[in-house]
């Protein structure tokens, strides 16, 4: 596509259950982010996915916590068990990787626990 | 270690007055980027600076990267309403990149 594509653009969910969201980067991009951004506050590094390497899981927060890509495309962001303190914008990027490259976000998903 | 502060992190400016966020680090920075995030949209990439003391300019933003490479600036010109959002440095670490925490631009027309 022209750009990253995130899904779905809202979510509201009850304490308790799990949620995954999804990330379609833009094609040939072969690097990958997820960032967290609380309401009014900066971009917080979650996970970094680099070609066929072993992601970069530095930034999850907690166990509840897990990602995945197939490959160079899609990505999944999974939070198990959800607390409220999980309510925020999650944005992707990708970029060509390999380097200093921009990022190209996505227009996020803005996750709400009740 | 991996954070950058910026300052200042609010700024209200009257349409027409110029706007200056700034960017430090307390280890010499590879690089660094400049985005900005309109209110209620994602951050957009303007700019990346490599060379120690590198001016750059894009019409009425000027970007610097400090000669010891521990510092960044973007300066706006005669703000317009459009420049309203968030002004976000970012350095690289291991190609992943760290964010700074902002700094929020409101401009009244």
């Known amino acids: 596509g022209a750009g990253v594509s995130q899904s779905p653009s809202n979510k509201v969910t009850e304490k308790g259950k799990d949620v995954e969201l999804r990330c379609d980067p833009i094609s040939g991009h072969t690097a990958l982010y997820w960032y967290r951004q609380r309401l009014g506050q900066g971009l917080e590094f979650l996970i970094y996915f680099q070609g066929n390497s072993a992601p970069d899981k530095s930034g999850l927060p907690s166990d509840r916590f897990s990602a995945e890509r197939t490959g160079e495309s899609v990505s999944t962001l999974t939070i198990q068990r959800t607390q409220q303190e999980d309510s925020a914008v999650y944005l992707c990027?990708?970029?060509f990787g390999q380097g200093s490259e921009k990022l190209f976000f996505g227009s996020g998903t803005q996750l709400s626990v009740l | 270690g991996q954070q950058v502060m910026q300052i200042p992190q609010y700024q209200h400016v009257q349409e027409g007055e110029d706007f200056t966020t700034y960017c430090n680090s307390s280890?010499?920075?590879?690089?660094i980027q400049w985005y900005k995030q309109r209110p209620g949209g994602h951050p957009v990439f303007l700019i990346q600076l490599v060379k120690s003391g590198e001016v750059k300019k894009q019409k009425r933003l000027t970007f610097q990267f400090g000669e010891a490479k521990k510092n960044s600036s973007l300066h706006i010109t005669a703000t317009q309403t459009t420049d309203v959002g968030t002004y976000f440095c970012a350095r690289p670490n291991f190609n992943k990149f760290y964010f700074g925490s902002g700094t929020k631009l409101n401009v009244k027309p």
């Open positions: 280890t010499t920075l590879s690089n």
């Open positions: 990027a990708s970029s």
